[in-house]
């Protein structure tokens, strides 16, 4: 108990690390779930945004090659998976080691329909954006107010 104490970890946060990496080593292999093994927490960050014509995301994925990437949308949730390779061979001892590696996936509900034909994702200096267009039916109308007699 006195380790985690020390280690600075509330022990709610320690509760849900050990739970996060539980739940990944259950599901495992299992059809259609992607665990983040080696990694904890949400990653990657993401942020997402609006405005009238669309929703866009940013996920940071330092490291992350870009052939390792997997964007995907089903309905109105995003999935990012992919993974980083943080080998250092075979001789190497590590003195620290911050940075995980292994395999990803984030997965994010949409609050609104989009157009799933024309989103659109880009990478660049390690930041993936992801445009994802309102659906017609999520977007604005301007209803013109008739006058009535009476």
Known sequence: MLDKV???LH?????????DRLLDRMCE???GFECRSGFTGNFPAVNLWEDNDGLYAEAELPGVPMSDIDVSVVGNEVSITGGRSTDTGEESS????????GKFCRVFRL???IDTSKVEASMKNGVLSIKLPKAESAKPVKVKVKALAG
């Open 94 to 101: 590590y003195h620290r080691r911050e940075r995980r590696g």
């Open 29 to 31: 292999g299992a059809p």
């Open 111 to 113: 609050p609104i329909d």
């Open 6 to 8: 020390y280690s600075g």
């Open 11 to 19: 022990p709610l946060a320690s509760l849900r690390s050990d739970m």
